[in-house]
C-alpha cells in the first residue's frame, strides 16, 4: 500500500488510455481523462493547489487534512480521484433535487459532494470513525446530510433509514436511491441486503470492481458464470452495466479496474410468484450444488423426481435439465413443485 506521503503533489494528467466498456456502448467522455497518481518518495504531507475544486486535490486535501495518511486495505479504502466519475455516477442514478440517497463509505467525502450539488439530501454510513468525523467535520453544518458511523452488512434499512426517508423526504417522493462508490470487498453482501427492498430504494448505482459488474448484470445462461445471484438479481432487480472505470482514478491504485452499474429495484407485485421467497432460494442453491446434474437428481431431497420431471413437463422445460439452463424458470418449476404438488 502506497502512504500518501509518497505521492506526487502534481495535479492529476489524462491518462492516455482511454477506459474501454468490455461488452456496453463507449462510455461517457469523462471517464477518459483518468488522474496519474505515481509512487515518488516524498518528505512532506502532499500539499494541494490552493482553490483546487477538481476530485484530485479535494480528495488529498481531505485525506491529509487529519493527518490521516495510510488508506485501510481492509476496508477497502481505494478513493475516487476524478470527480467526473462521481458527477457520472450520481447522473446515472438520475439524482435530482428533492431525492434521499443512501450513501455507502463516503470516505473523504467527494461522491457526497457531488450528491449534495444534485439537490439530494444524503444518508451516509460510513464504517471508519476517522472519515465518519471527516466527512462530518466537511460538512457539518447543512442539513442535507446525516452521517452515521456503522457497519452497512450489519445496518438496518426499516429502523434506520425509513424515518430519516419520511422526515426527510416530506412524502414528495416515495422512493429514495443507493448511490455509492462500494469498497470491493462487501459489494456481494450489499447486493443481498439491499437489492430485496424495493419498498424502500426505486434505483441502486454502485461502483464496484469491474469483473463483478460483468458477472451481476451480464452471466448468461448455459455459461460456468452463471450462478445463483444472477437468479437473485434478476428476481429482485433489472440490472445494467453501466461503464467501466479505469483503476487509475482510484488512490491508492487498486489492482483492478471498476465499473458503474445500475439496478433497477422491483416492487414486491413484480417478483415472480413464489409461496416463499427463501424456500424459493434454496431450492436454487440445491439445483446450483449439482450444476452440471439434472434437476430431477440435485433437487430429489425436495420431491421424487416424478414430481420434478411432471412440473418440468408441465412448463414446457425437458426433464433431462440442468440447472445452468434456467433462468427465473426456476421460480416456475418451484411453484409447480411446491404448490400444486405440494412437496416439501
Ligand atoms: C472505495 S472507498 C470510497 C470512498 C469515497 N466514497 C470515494 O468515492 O472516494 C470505500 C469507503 O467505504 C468505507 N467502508 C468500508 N467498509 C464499510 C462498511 N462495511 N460499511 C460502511 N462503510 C465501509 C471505507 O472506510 C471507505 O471510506
Known amino acids: 500500500m502506497v502512504a500518501l506521503t509518497s505521492l506526487s503533489p502534481a495535479p492529476p494528467r489524462p491518462s492516455p488510455s482511454p477506459a474501454t466498456p ?15 497518481v505515481r509512487s515518488r518518495p516524498a518528505p512532506t504531507v502532499v500539499s494541494a493547489t490552493p482553490g483546487a475544486t477538481d476530485g484530485y486535490h479535494s480528495t ?16 477497502g479504502q481505494n478513493y475516487m480521484l476524478n470527480s ?5 455516477l450520481v447522473a446515472a442514478a ?11 463509505g463516503p470516505g473523504t467525502g467527494s461522491l457526497t459532494e457531488a450528491l449534495l450539488a444534485a439537490g439530494a439530501t444524503v444518508f451516509a454510513v460510513e464504517k471508519d470513525k476517522h472519515m465518519a468525523t471527516l466527512v462530518n467535520d466537511r460538512f457539518g453544518s447543512t442539513e442535507q446530510l446525516k452521517i452515521i458511523e456503522e457497519d452497512i452488512t450489519k ?24 448511490v455509492s462508490n462500494l469498497p470491493f470487498n462487501i459489494s ?21 470492481q469491474d469483473e463483478t459488474a460483468l458477472r451481476l448484470a451480464d452471466a448468461s445462461i448455459q455459461t460456468p458464470e452463471y450462478r445463483p445471484i444472477n437468479v437473485f438479481v434478476n428476481f429482485y432487480s433489472e440490472p445494467e452495466y453501466k461503464f467501466k472505470v479505469e483503476r487509475t482514478n ?16 422491483k416492487n414486491a407485485g413484480d417478483y415472480p410468484p413464489v ?21 430431477r437428481k440435485s433437487l430429489q431431497h425436495l420431491c421424487s423426481s416424478s414430481e420434478i420431471e411432471a412440473a418440468l413437463t408441465s412448463i414446457g422445460l425437458p426433464v433431462t435439465v440442468i440447472s445452468l439452463s434456467l433462468s427465473l424458470s426456476l421460480s416456475h418449476t418451484y411453484t409447480h413443485t411446491h404448490e400444486e404438488k405440494s412437496c416439501a
Do not use: C, W
Not at 461488452?23 to 488522474?35: E, G, T
Not at 414528495?172 to 436511491?177: H, L, P, Q, V
Not at 482510484?250 to 445500475?262: E, L
Open 84 to 88: 467526473k466519475v462521481n458527477e457520472e
Open 275 to 295: 409461496g416463499s421467497q427463501k424456500s424459493f432460494f434454496s431450492m436454487v442453491n440445491s439445483a446450483f450444488n449439482g450444476k452440471r446434474k439434472m434437476l
Open 250 to 265: 482510484f488512490f491508492p491504485q487498486p489492482k483492478v479496474d471498476g465499473a458503474v452499474i445500475s439496478f433497477k429495484l
Open 155 to 178: 445496518f438496518n434499512v426499516r429502523s434506520h433509514f425509513v424515518p430519516f426517508l419520511e422526515e426527510k423526504s416530506h412524502h414528495s417522493k416515495k422512493y429514495a436511491k443507493v
Open 188 to 208: 456481494t453482501d450489499v447486493v443481498k441486503l439491499l437489492l430485496p427492498t424495493g419498498d424502500v430504494f426505486s434505483d441502486m448505482v454502485l461502483l464496484l
Open 60 to 75: 488529498i486535501r481531505s485525506l491529509n487534512s487529519r493527518g490521516r495518511h495510510v488508506p485501510r486495505k481492509s476496508l
Open 22 to 36: 468490455r461488452r456496453r456502448p463507449p462510455p461517457p467522455p469523462h471517464v477518459i481523462p483518468s488522474p496519474h
Open 94 to 104: 438520475g439524482v435530482e433535487e428533492g431525492d434521499v440517497v443512501l450513501e455507502i
